[in-house]
């Protein structure tokens, strides 16, 4: 239906509007399409008047009444307008088809390959998006440009469908991505989604779902809002059901009226509410008597500006210039310009008083085509220079593609797919003594790059002062993994991570991750942790201390061999042994070098040599202390007994054979042992420390080479106890049974420590059980020995000595 166009002769350029003035729900006729399809025109009147569309269209008059007023931006060239009541989604074909007919001729021509004229140049509106999706491919074949103010379906963002299409209000691609920034903002994961039967509702419906799934937000339920209000309240049954708090409402004013007055009705309470644009500032819903008690309601909207400067004037003449010329409903066209009767009614205060949220959208919509034709027929700031240019629909949709200019210092430009930047307000709804009010709390926008805020302390919740945790499940403490219940990733049970293992939320919340090798962590760990890497340091006291008794034990061996070496005639230096003597104590000094190898960080060939150095040469030292207390023995109990077989090991050298013997089948196993698979280095794992030590080698040869050094010491200890009844100048059998049992001692200690314990600190047992074996040879055989030659030298004369042995012949046996 024909609401306003305008009466004046002269025009020479039109712009077609469509405006939904009557809306479908809430009206006195039928209540659906399908019952008005009745073999009649179809009568708009039948449904609902909007004041909030009738100030919308005013906005377009405005717009283009401003424009022609003007000299800069078309000077010489005017405007006009029709526009049309397009109160229905699919009968109001007549009204878009009126627009393509033949500019002077009254009729769509046939297309002949020729350009033709239609009656206006440019169509703004509808607002809906199924509207404008079913009513655009008839302009779309004629490139006639669509610059809308209202339709924000992301289907129209596609140039290969709509090419001749525009819009000043973006696409919902960007309202649903600041719908879930303001569900991310307060943790809000378990959500439902409600939307009307078109296509604005199941576009945002199919953009959020792609939209939460990385935002690890879950759609628990989603439905339409059914035209049978009577049907509503199954939508509310379903949310309690799956246990729903925060709704987001994506739908259309005229689905969205009758939804939360069942809300309302149904007493639904401590509820979020999410508002799309078409309904977040919607006066009517916010006057509703008790729509207090349904909750928290946060809303987007476009990007609001000031009260458009002159339209509050515009109105009241608008108004009185009505009510001079006595417009009547049979003259109201050609008197008033319009037909309308509802519009009639109207007074200026309520036009004003409507929501202003697509107010400055159609203005500049209508300002976007004006700037396209400004520069089609080559405007300057007096004249046109192609005023007597006929301008194609065509070519002003190319010119719509590279228009950028300042609007009340907005920049109004459109993308490669004819949408403008996103700019949204976030609302609030703030109830005070039962009287609800908009509240701008933040902002969402999208050039020159994606910025959101919102300030918390601006919202008053149905509940405490605090945004409410409105989750399926509560989010698991740090270091547990979430476990999934069902369906829904959001509800989940919550498992502690176990020890060597970590869990990162960020990455992925539901699986716990092994350390690396070298990563230890404890359990409930969010991460991992370098294993300490351990073996004796060099500076470490530790290693200190051992080192410094290595290097005594070489010292005082050095001092003892050369006290001997001084006192080599001497009957204690010959009873001890001689030259065999100096021969221990150099092998005792070699020993000590093993300790120094135990330092550092162990290598192959410190693996291979260190433990064969100490075996070897304290091996040497055990078949010196065994041979000498084998000859003592010998000598005062066998020699007179066995004296040819004495006189063989006397003459033969049987002491050196021994000695010599032994050590070399040591020395033989050492290589057999390091030759086959000798000590490598070996890391040994714990629970927070990677110990460097080394490995043992082939098994059983190591077990070989044990078992000869504990032999040996047996039968030094058998020998040395024989002789315990000796002189007491020959008498080893106590020193060499104390440095026996330190020996044993010492490494039943330590063989005891490596099996039950491990750690950094069994890296010292060994040198530590080295350093025992040494010092209980040199403390129990040589400081004796010492002690006599330094201290008590009276003893250390040939006479003490006769009289020592004198006094065991005369001992009876």
């Given at each position: 239906m024909l609401l306003f166009t305008t009466t004046e002769p002269g025009w020479r350029l039109h712009c077609g509007g469509l405006f939904q003035l009557h809306e479908k729900y809430g009206g006195t006729g039928p209540a659906t399409d399908t019952e008005n399809r009745k073999p009649e025109v179809l009568q708009c009147h039948r449904f609902k008047f909007s004041s909030a569309s009738y100030q919308q269209i005013q906005v377009m008059r405005f717009a283009i009444e401003e424009i022609n007023n003007s000299t800069l931006l078309l000077p010489g060239v005017s405007l006009g307008y029709e526009i049309f009541d397009y109160c229905s989604d699919l009968l109001s074909y007549g009204a878009a088809l009126e627009f393509l007919t033949q500019k002077g001729r009254g009729a769509i021509p046939v297309w002949n390959g020729t350009n033709y004229r239609p009656k206006v140049i440019s169509v703004t509106g509808p607002f809906g998006s199924s509207q404008t999706i079913s009513v655009a491919p008839l302009y779309m074949s004629e490139m006639i440009p669509m610059v809308t103010h209202g339709a924000t379906s992301v289907q129209l963002s596609s140039k290969n469908r709509f090419p001749s299409f525009f819009r000043t209000i973006p696409s919902d691609k960007y309202q649903v991505e600041s719908i879930v920034r303001i569900l991310q903002q307060f943790n809000w994961n378990w959500v439902a989604f409600i939307g009307g039967d078109n296509d604005y509702s199941r576009d945002a419906l199919t953009v959020f779902q792609d939209k939460i799934r990385p935002a690890n937000i879950c759609l628990a339920y989603q439905d339409t809002i059914p035209q049978n209000q009577s049907l509503i309240g199954r939508l509310f049954n379903n949310i309690a059901m799956f246990n729903v708090q925060v709704i987001v409402v994506f739908a259309n004013v005229e689905f969205v009226i009758p939804f939360i007055q069942k809300a309302i009705d149904l007493r639904v309470k401590e509820k979020i509410w999410i508002a799309s644009e078409t309904w977040s500032m919607n006066q009517e819903l916010i006057k509703k008597s008790q729509i207090e008690r349904?909750?928290?309601?946060?809303?987007?909207?476009?990007?609001r500006h000031k009260d458009l400067r002159g339209f509050d004037e515009f109105i009241n003449n608008t108004v009185k210039s009505r009510h001079e010329n006595a417009c009547t409903d049979m003259d109201l066209k050609e008197r008033c310009g319009q037909i309308c009767s509802d519009c009639n009614s109207t007074s200026a205060q309520t036009i004003i008083g409507e929501d202003p949220t697509y107010s400055f959208v159609i203005y500049s919509a209508v300002y976007a085509v004006a700037h396209a034709l400004h520069n089609v027929l080559r405007c300057g700031t007096r004249n046109c220079a192609n005023s007597e240019f006929i301008a194609y629909p065509y070519m002003v949709t190319e010119a719509l593609k590279h228009v950028k200019f300042k609007?009340?210092?907005?920049?109004?430009?459109?993308?490669?797919?004819?949408?403008?930047?996103?700019?949204?307000?976030?609302?609030?709804?703030?109830?005070?003594?039962?009287?609800?009010?908009?509240?701008?709390?933040?902002?969402?926008?999208?050039?020159?790059?994606?910025?959101?805020?919102?300030?918390?302390?601006?919202?008053?919740w149905f509940e405490g002062t605090k945004a409410p945790v409105l989750q399926c499940s509560s989010e698991c403490k740090s270091g547990s993994r979430r476990v999934q219940t069902g369906f829904h990733t959001c509800c989940f049970e919550c498992e502690i991570c176990s020890d060597g293992k970590y869990i990162n939320h960020t990455a992925d919340p539901y699986s716990c991750i092994a350390c690396q090798k070298d990563e230890w962590a404890r359990n409930g760990s969010t991460s991992c942790t370098k294993r300490s890497i351990e073996y004796l340091h060099s500076d470490a006291p530790l290693a200190i201390f051992l080192m410094f008794q290595a290097s005594s034990i070489i010292l005082i061996s050095m001092a003892i061999l050369v006290l001997f070496l001084c006192k080599k005639d001497t009957p204690v230096v010959k009873s001890a042994g001689g030259r065999l003597c100096f021969f221990m104590l150099c092998c005792l000094s070699m020993s000590s070098i093993s300790v120094f190898l135990h330092i550092g960080k162990p290598t192959e060939a410190i693996c291979t040599v260190r433990n064969s150095v100490f075996v070897v040469f304290y091996v040497a030292c055990l078949s010196c202390l065994a041979v000498r207390s084998f000859q003592i023995v010998c000598i005062f109990k066998m020699a007179a007994k066995l004296p040819k077989a004495y006189d063989f090991w006397v003459k033969h050298g049987g002491q050196w054979i021994t000695i010599i013997t032994t050590t070399v089948i040591m020395l033989f196993l050492c290589i057999l042992w390091i030759t086959i698979e000798g000590p490598k280095p070996n890391q040994i794992t714990l629970y927070s420390e990677i110990i460097l030590d080394c490995t043992y080698g082939v098994i059983p040869i190591f077990y070989v080479i044990v078992l000869f050094a504990v032999l040996l010491g047996i039968a030094c200890f058998s020998f040395a106890y024989m002789g315990t009844d000796l002189p007491k100048n020959y008498n080893e059998g106590k020193s060499i049974t104390f440095s026996l049992l330190i020996f044993f001692i010492s490494w039943v200690i330590s063989?005891?420590?490596?099996?039950?314990?491990?750690?950094?600190?069994?890296?010292?047992?060994?040198?530590?059980?080295?350093?025992?074996?040494?010092?209980?040879?040199?403390f129990g055989y040589f400081f004796p020995k010492c002690y006599i030659i330094i201290i008590t030298p009276e003893r250390n004369t040939a006479a003490y000595f006769q009289t020592a042995i004198q006094s065991y012949t005369l001992q009876p046996r």
């Open positions: 349904i909750g928290t309601v946060l809303g987007v909207t476009v990007r609007l009340d210092n907005q920049s109004i430009e459109f993308d490669e797919n004819g949408d403008p930047p996103a700019h949204y307000d976030i609302v609030h709804w703030d109830c005070k003594n039962k009287t609800c009010s908009n509240v701008d709390i933040g902002s969402y926008l999208t050039n020159p790059t994606p910025s959101f805020h919102i300030n918390e302390t601006l919202i008053h063989l005891t420590v490596h099996l039950s314990t491990k750690g950094k600190h069994t890296l010292s047992v060994n040198p530590f059980s080295v350093l025992c074996s040494l010092y209980g040879i040199l």
